[in-house]
């Protein structure tokens, strides 16, 4: 397992309790564009599934020129926070806000400093409790989260991470937090994913497929950028079959209005091209504390029954 891990020692006892799946993302979207076709397939069987977000998303560019008007009316928190409540319905997902303060994607060289008290600037004490109460009331068995690296270098995906990894930790040590009994009892969290839908090797099939049906593929920047980084593809141990919910996670991205335009490169590759080709979403099992064998189809494996 990643040296990143929890450092409590695995157990070998499933969890009785009914099945739960948590998503801790950074911005709302995010739990649109990053496995929300496997949310969907766990609702339908069942699974009470929560989504977390770390930010308003407050400092998020209006990638959508229709919904401008919407945000110099409403202003863009507002905004954002309709969006996500429209996707989570559609997702059939419960929903918590962390409440932190979106940090903004720094460019330039130097890169500025991050706004002082934005999520990614704050210290991770301060931080991790809010999580560590979702985590003991909800009681998920699994959390889904990005990687040590964000997926990309986004510093609230960063910090997701980092929150994530310190909350679960937190939330099974009976010793922590015991000077506030609003966090509830201690909780084990039985595996920990990372996502990896944005593999190059899924992107490089997509845009071979597209060039060689004649249609323009969204992903050759994508492609020439990727010239040089590894492939997290080699990092996947659970491929979930879920390209028949590949509809639902579309209607939850186009929830999220100020940030997806109906006409842009998410909805450039025809439906059926991404159910025949990639019919899964692709995780990294990053840590377990119950006996597993990988490679896995599902994210419960070890858990049922």
Known sequence: MPSHEPSHEPSNVPSHQPLRLMAVHAHPD??????????????????????????????????????????????????????????????????????FEDSGFPEGDPKPPLPPNSFAARPLHELTPALVRHI??????????????????????????????????????????????DLGGPHQVSKIYFNHQFSKTRVATLHQAMLAAGLESPYAEWIENWKDRDDNFRRVTTRVHAADYFHI????LLAHATQIDPNGMWFAVPLEMQQELWPTEDFELAWSAIEVQTPEDDLFAGLRG
């Open 136 to 181: 003991r009331d909800f009681r998920p068995q699994v959390i889904t989260t990005y990687d040590e690296n964000g997926g990309y270098p986004h510093p609230d995906h960063i910090r997701t991470h980092e929150i994530t990894m310190a909350a679960v930790k937190e939330a099974a040590d009976a010793g922590q937090h015991r000077e506030d009994p």
């Open 30 to 99: 995010d739990e649109a564009s990053k496995g929300a076709a496997t949310t969907a397939k766990y609702v339908d069987e069942g699974i009470e599934v929560m989504v977390v977000t770390c930010t308003g998303g407050e400092r998020g560019d209006i990638l959508n020129p229709a919904m401008q008007e919407a945000v110099d009316t409403e202003g863009i928190h507002a905004v954002r926070e309709q969006e996500m409540a429209n996707a989570a319905a559609i997702l059939r997902v419960k929903h918590a806000w962390l409440g």
């Open 249 to 252: 996670r579309d209607q939850a």
